[in-house]
C-alpha cells in the first residue's frame, strides 16, 4: 500500500529569493483570468465522475442500432460509426443490446470524513476554499487506472479524502502545508487526476484527515521570457489551457502527452512525464528550467534560473517523479520554442509488425525520427478502422483505390498488416528532408 504523502514536521525556510532580469521578461500574471478553460475547479461540473473524459462526449446506440459518438469537442464528435457495433460484438465480445449501467453517484458509499476542526478553522483564516462535500471527496479519491474506474461504476472506495481545498497561489500552499504540519494533516497533491499509478488512493488504514489539495485555481502563466525562450507557470495550468496560450503569443513547449487535455503542468514534473514529440523536445525533465515545491521543511527551489549547473545533486532528479510524496509543486519554469511553421501527418503501412519495428529500430538508429513516430499493431489499426465515421462518396472512393492498393498490388493481408504514423514539425525545408529519408528506410522493409 502506497504511504500517506508528508511526515509533518516544524518547517524550516530552504529557498533563496531569486532575482530575474526584467528587461527581457513579460509578467504575464493575467493570463488565464478571462480564457475559457479545460474545466473548473468543481471538475465533476465539466468531466465525468466516474470515467474518463467530458460529460457530454460519450459513445452510444442511437435507436437505428448503430453508435455515434455524441458532444462538439472532436472531429468524431456527432458523427454515426457504421463499424462500431460489428467489431465491438466481434472483437470485444461486448453485448450492445444488453448494457451495464454504472452505479449513481447517490447510491455511492463513501465513508464519513475524519475532521480537524482546528484545520478547517486556518483555512478560514486564510481564505482558502474547502469542501467536505461527498460529490468533491470522492472525484478525489482516485485516479484513472481500470481497478479505480470499476471501483467508481461498480464498487466503493474504503477510503476517500476527507477535504478538499484549493488554494490559489503558492503562499496558500505555504499555508496550507504549515497547517497540516501544526494539526497533524495527511496532503495529497491533485493536479488533473489522470494518475495512473495509483498515487492519488488513499490508505485504507490511515486514521489522521487526509487533505486533497487540488491545484486547479493555480492556472496562470506567471511570466514569458522571450529572450531566453522560456515561461513560467503555475502547477495547476492544464496541459491543454496551456499550450493554447503559448500558442496565442507565438510559442510552444511541445509536451503532448496522451493526457494533455486534462493533466497539469505539475502533473507532469510530478509524474516525469513524456510526450508524443519527445523525439525533437524531449521529455519533461529536458524541457524543464525551474520548480518550486513546497515541503514541511520549507520551500525548495534552485537559487537560479539556469538550466544546468555542473557543480553538486540537481535537486530536479528527487522532485521529478516524485508524484507527491515529497511535496507540492507550485510552479514550474521550463523551455519554450517559436511555433513550428510546417506540421505535417503522414503514416507507412507495413506488411506485418515484425516488419515495423525493424524500420522504426533502423529510424532509430540512423537518428532521423520526426516529431512523432508510432508504430499501431492490426489490432490497434482494425480498431482505428471501426472509429471512422461514413465517408463522403469521394471520400469511400479514395479509400477503395488505397485499399486496393495496399491488399491486391502490394498483397498486404488485411489481418496481419500494421501502420506507422508520423508527425513532421519544422520549417518546409526541415520536414522535406526529415521525410524523405524515413520513407527511403520505410521502402527498404516492403
Known amino acids: 500500500a502506497r504511504l500517506v504523502r508528508f511526515a509533518f514536521c516544524n518547517r524550516c525556510v530552504i529557498s533563496r529569493e531569486m532575482h530575474r532580469d526584467s528587461s527581457s521578461a513579460s509578467a504575464v500574471g493575467a493570463i488565464g483570468d478571462d480564457k475559457k478553460l479545460a474545466y473548473p475547479k468543481k471538475r465533476q461540473l465539466a468531466l465525468k465522475w466516474n470515467g474518463w473524459g467530458y460529460k457530454d462526449s460519450k459513445f452510444q446506440v442511437k435507436e437505428n442500432g448503430t453508435i455515434e459518438f455524441t458532444g462538439g469537442r472532436y472531429k468524431i464528435s456527432g ?32 465513508p464519513l470524513p475524519i475532521e480537524s476542526l482546528e484545520f478547517e478553522a486556518e483555512m478560514k483564516r486564510f481564505d482558502v476554499e474547502f469542501s467536505k462535500s461527498k460529490e468533491d471527496r ?43 504540519s501544526k494539526c497533524g494533516v495527511c496532503i495529497i497533491p491533485f493536479g488533473g487526476g489522470t494518475s495512473v499509478s495509483g498515487g492519488l488512493e488513499c490508505p485504507a488504514d490511515e486514521r489522521r484527515m487526509i487533505v486533497s489539495l487540488d491545484t486547479t485555481a493555480m492556472n496562470k502563466i506567471l511570466w514569458v521570457d522571450r529572450k531566453n525562450l522560456t515561461v ?11 499550450e493554447n496560450q503559448l500558442e496565442e503569443m507565438g510559442f510552444c513547449t511541445g509536451h503532448e502527452p ?15 512525464a513524456s510526450g508524443m514529440k519527445k523525439n525533437v523536445y524531449g521529455n519533461i525533465e529536458d524541457l524543464l528550467v525551474h520548480v518550486r515545491m513546497v515541503t514541511p521543511r520549507g520551500v525548495v527551489e534552485k537559487s537560479c534560473l539556469g538550466p544546468r549547473i555542473s557543480a553538486g545533486p540537481d535537486i530536479h532528479h528527487f522532485i521529478l517523479g516524485s508524484e507527491g510524496t515529497l511535496g507540492v509543486i507550485t510552479e514550474v519554469t ?84 500494421c501502420v506507422a504514423t508520423c508527425l513532421y514539425e519544422g520549417n518546409r525545408e526541415e520536414v522535406s528532408i526529415q521525410e524523405r529519408r524515413v520513407n527511403a528506410i520505410a521502402r527498404s522493409f516492403g
Not at 79 to 92: D, F, G, I, T
Not at 258 to 272: F, K, N, P, Y
Not at 375 to 385: A, I, K, R, W
Open 334 to 417: 521550463l523551455k519554450i520554442r517559436p511555433l513550428p511553421p510546417v506540421r505535417k501527418f503522414g503514416s507507412i503501412v507495413f506488411a506485418d509488425f515484425e516488419s515495423g519495428v525493424k524500420c522504426l529500430r533502423e529510424v532509430a538508429r540512423q537518428r532521423c525520427a520526426p516529431a512523432s513516430i508510432r508504430l499501431v499493431d492490426n489490432e490497434q489499426f482494425q480498431f482505428g478502422h471501426a472509429l471512422k465515421f461514413a465517408p463522403s462518396w469521394i471520400g469511400a472512393f479514395k479509400d477503395a483505390i488505397k485499399k486496393i492498393y495496399v491488399t491486391k498490388f502490394k498483397g498486404f493481408d488485411p489481418q496481419k498488416l
Open 138 to 180: 470522492l472525484v478525489h479519491c482516485h485516479g484513472h487506472t481500470c481497478h479505480e474506474i470499476f471501483a467508481l461504476r461498480h464498487g466503493k472506495f474504503d477510503r476517500v479524502p476527507d477535504l478538499v481545498v484549493w488554494p490559489e497561489s503558492h503562499d496558500d500552499v505555504v499555508r496550507i502545508v504549515d497547517a497540516a
Open 258 to 272: 496522451d493526457s494533455r487535455e486534462i493533466s497539469s503542468l505539475g502533473g507532469w514534473v510530478a509524474t516525469r
Open 79 to 110: 458523427q454515426e460509426l457504421p463499424y462500431l457495433r460489428e467489431w465491438s460484438e466481434r472483437v470485444v465480445n461486448m453485448d450492445i443490446g444488453n448494457p451495464t449501467p454504472p452505479q449513481d453517484l447517490d447510491d455511492v458509499s463513501v
Open 232 to 242: 513560467c507557470a503555475q502547477a495547476g495550468i492544464i496541459g491543454s489551457d496551456f
